[in-house]
């Protein structure tokens, strides 16, 4: 469960850059 949040916590990263470039 950990790395399932570590995981996600990522893709929100992402999400939250690709925002920003955009």
Do not use: E, G
């Not at 469960?1 to 955009?22: A, D, E, G």
């Amino acid at each position: 469960r950990k790395k399932l949040q570590k995981q996600q916590r990522l893709k929100l990263n992402l999400k939250r850059k690709s925002q920003r470039k955009n």
